[in-house]
């Protein structure tokens, strides 16, 4: 079993900064893809940004630039760096992991991002 346990989140002015971390249990970690993906208000999931087991990295068009993921196999922890953090960043922010990027099969809990402009 996996379990994927969220933290960083809160509120941040606009221009600010957040490092959202997440930290995995099990094997399973080393091996799988890493997401970070969010649910704004009223919108479906989707994938913000992504690291695969072999470290390639993809970003959603609207953060290239401004986040980045880092994944430490070492300390089973993916993390996402949020610069220039902008109100329709606001979103429920969840850690996820699996085969493939598209369909994660393991969840965090989510936590809370909240961006004031």
């Known amino acids: 079993q996996v379990q994927l346990v969220e933290s960083g989140g809160g509120l941040v002015q606009a221009g600010g900064s957040l490092r959202l971390s997440c930290a995995g249990s099990g094997s399973f970690f080393k091996i799988s893809d890493m997401g970070w993906y969010r649910q704004r208000p009223g919108k479906q999931r989707e994938l913000v940004a992504g690291?695969?087991?072999?470290?390639?990295?993809t970003y959603a068009d609207s953060v290239k630039g401004r986040f980045t993921i880092d994944r430490d196999n070492a300390k089973n922890t993916v993390e996402l760096q949020m610069n220039s953090l902008k109100p329709e960043d606001t979103a429920v922010y969840y850690c996820?992991?699996?085969?493939?990027?598209?369909?994660?099969?393991?969840w965090g809990q989510g936590t809370q991002v909240t961006v004031s402009s």
């Open positions: 690291v695969t087991a072999g470290g390639k990295t």
């Open positions: 996820g992991s699996g085969w493939v990027l598209s369909t994660p099969r393991y």
